[in-house]
Antibody
């Protein structure tokens, strides 16, 4: 059974850092494109970042470019999102999702709250 | 590519036919998807490649369209279909979503 389980969210002060993890099971992470999508409280879905199956090609939304880094550990079958210089507007539930032509599996989400 | 989804909300009854549209600012080569999201839950993929039904999704859901105009249709609304629906283009990065359509009970 395919599963994605996020962790690492929490309360952080503006300017702080967090690293989100997305543990995959039931499939090999390195065979798929993976995405991070976020959703601010009461708002819509916003794409954040992707990493190709080659593990080298990455892309970021303008709003997080230079602050967030997507990566993966093939041995642990885990996807990461390193988030630095966090701002209040980064407050959201962060989802990892699998796919390229449609995001067919999603994690349950992890809440990141940026506040002093 | 910006996606304009309409309506932003609608009220409908069980058994109604419901249509949600999404218009893109540029042409999309059928890399287009629809999702359903219920409160507190992750989105669920319904349709990909504009018209291909994801495995396990009931056949009352269908997608159509090409170029800049896409449609999600629910042929006979069921109680479990009351949710928010999002369109998404996967043709080019940054990926973008429509603003969502909340389907409520009339």
């Amino acid at each position: 059974e395919v599963q994605l389980v996020e962790s690492g969210g929490g309360l952080v002060q503006p300017g702080g850092s967090l690293r989100l993890s997305c543990a995959a099971s039931g499939f090999t992470l390195s065979s798929y494109w993976m995405q991070w999508v976020r959703q601010a409280p009461g708002k819509g879905l916003v794409w954040v970042s992707r990493i190709n199956s080659d593990g080298i090609t990455t892309t970021y939304a303008d709003s997080v470019k230079g602050r967030f880094t997507i990566s993966r550990d093939n041995a642990k079958n885990t996807l990461y999102l390193q988030m630095n210089s966090l701002r209040a507007e980064d407050t959201a539930v962060y989802y990892c999702a699998r796919g390229r032509t449609g995001l067919d599996y999603w994690g349950q989400g992890t809440l990141v709250t940026v506040s002093s | 590519i910006q996606l304009t989804q309409s309506p932003s909300s609608l009220s409908a009854s069980v058994g109604d036919r419901v249509t949600i549209t999404c218009r893109a600012t540029q042409g999309i080569n059928s890399y287009f998807a629809w999702y359903q999201q219920k409160p507190g839950k992750a989105p669920k993929l319904l349709i990909y490649a504009a018209s291909t039904l994801q495995s396990g999704v009931p056949s009352r859901f269908s997608g159509s369209g090409s170029g800049t105009d896409f449609t999600l249709t629910i042929s006979s609304l069921q109680p479990e279909d009351f949710a928010t629906y999002y369109c998404q283009q996967l043709n080019s990065y940054p990926l973008t979503f429509g603003g969502g359509t909340k389907v409520e009970i009339k």
